[in-house]
């Protein structure tokens, strides 16, 4: 297998990643850029710009403050909680598919 294809494997497997974001956040840029240093792709959802999104953000996370960040139906809360997940090891088995 090449390496491509072992990359597209690997996507394959690993759950979507989604961001509900805003402009002007700086740990949403944070976030972005910690995820793509790891090759990773996401789906952004921008609550200021898409009317209803904070609402259904709010009723998902629990929580108000933009980045709100979910691998799979996961929910990792904001940037300060993605690194803490990160740094105990615990990031990579989530993107693996397999529990939290």
């Known amino acids: ?6 990359s597209s494997a690997a996507n394959a497997r690993t759950p979507k990643i989604t961001l509900y974001t805003s402009a002007m956040c700086g ?9 793509k240093s790891r090759g ?9 710009l ?14 108000t403050s933009v980045p709100q960040i979910f691998v799979g139906e996961t929910h990792v809360g904001g ?5 803490a997940l990160h740094r105990a090891g615990k990031l990579e088995p ?3 598919g397999e529990a939290a």
């Not at 990773?40 to 200021?48: G, S, T, Y």
């Not at 898409?50 to 929580?63: L, T």
């Open 1 to 6: 297998m090449s390496l491509s294809q072992q």
């Open 27 to 35: 740990y949403c840029v944070a976030a972005k850029n910690f995820l």
């Open 40 to 48: 990773l792709a996401w789906d952004e959802i921008r609550v200021d």
């Open 50 to 63: 898409e009317p209803g999104e904070r609402d259904r953000m709010v009723a998902r996370a629990r929580r």
């Open 79 to 83: 940037y300060d909680d993605l690194m």
């Open 94 to 96: 989530l993107l693996a």
